[in-house]
């Protein structure tokens, strides 16, 4: 075997063991960091993304339903942590190692998946008294532990109303970490940075090896990938607006606002001139409606739209 693939092999291992103690409720914040320095090594991320691709996969087939019906048990008699062996399963499937004693023992059961399709929107009611509101094309792992209850946002928005108890509710969203006991925020990941709006109450959130910093009502902390952070004032009920079916502009760019539109529905908004990029768009437009978005704007700014396929097609009238 070759120098670079015994490379791979080694970083396959060690992602499996982190994924495998990122699923624990009691997740520490020195844990978190660490974690977060590995994966800063892009070859290191790329490793933690395979894993998690092929443990997806792995627990769609027999051997995920069987770990999932149980009934096998240790020689003392105690049942195995079936997610660590599903995680085994998926690093030997991919380089041909056994793994399986990577993932900590007596590991709480796996966390529950929801997640939304373009265009939808889903309230969940969590066992604690909280909800989790999903936007479109979101997903979240919930984890109630004895100690903590632990998110994990891995795609999407979401808006979180937490119940108030002893234990901490912990989101992680990219190099995030967001700690509530009982309060009201929202939570954007994207490629480039995640965005945390606090409603009501009080949260803090802290990136890797960076201090926390508690966020009052109406403000928005923006982290980029590199834990870079900025606080801005915003209006709250803008940034929610999409839990009542409404995306709120407030003289936001036409580019901004098409590629807002263009998350709620599979047609696509298409700037034919660039010079209408810069228009300014203000008010509330319902999400995933692209034709009454674009009529709306045709009232307004110097354009004309063309419905073209999947389509709509914004030009600068008269052209």
Do not use: C
């Not at 070759?2 to 092999?9: C, E, I, L, N, Q």
């Not at 999903?134 to 100690?147: D, F, H, I, P, Q």
């Not at 966020?215 to 929610?240: C, H, K, W």
């Amino acid at each position: 075997m070759a120098a670079g693939d015994d490379t791979h092999s080694a970083r396959l291992k060690a992602a499996a063991a982190w994924y495998g103690e990122l699923q624990e409720p009691d997740l520490s914040a020195e844990r978190w960091d660490a974690f977060q320095a590995w994966e800063s090594d892009p070859a290191n991320a790329a490793a933690f993304a395979e894993i998690e691709r092929t443990l997806v996969v792995t627990d769609r087939t027999a051997f995920g339903r069987a770990a999932k019906a149980g009934g096998h048990k240790r020689r003392d008699g105690r049942v195995p942590a079936w997610a660590g062996w599903l995680g085994g399963v998926a690093a030997a499937l991919l380089v041909g190692l056994v793994v399986i004693g990577l993932w900590p023992q007596g590991r709480a059961a796996e966390p529950e998946v929801y997640q939304t399709a373009v265009g939808e929107i889903r309230e969940v009611a969590l066992a604690d008294g909280s909800s989790v509101t999903l936007n479109t094309a979101s997903r979240v792992e919930v984890t109630l532990g004895k100690e903590t209850r632990g998110i994990l946002l891995s795609s999407g928005e979401a808006l979180f109303d937490v119940a108030k108890e002893d234990r901490p509710f912990v989101v992680r969203a990219g190099p995030s970490r967001t700690e509530a006991l009982g309060t009201r925020f929202n939570i954007r990941t994207g490629d480039d940075a995640v965005a945390v709006t606090l409603v009501d109450g009080s949260v803090e959130v802290r990136g890797t090896g960076r201090p926390g910093r508690r966020l009052s009502p109406g403000e928005q902390l923006i982290m980029d990938r590199a834990g870079a952070v900025s606080v801005t004032g915003v209006d709250p009920a803008q940034v929610t607006g999409w839990q009542a079916g409404m995306i709120v502009f407030d003289a936001t760019t036409l580019a901004e606002a098409v590629a807002e539109m263009n998350r709620y529905s599979d047609v696509t908004l298409v700037i034919a001139d660039e010079g209408l990029a810069g228009e300014r768009v203000s008010g509330a437009f319902p999400a995933g409606e692209p034709d009454a978005f674009s009529e709306n704007l045709e009232l307004f700014l110097p354009l004309e739209v063309e419905r073209s396929g999947g389509e709509i097609v914004l030009r600068r009238a008269g052209e």
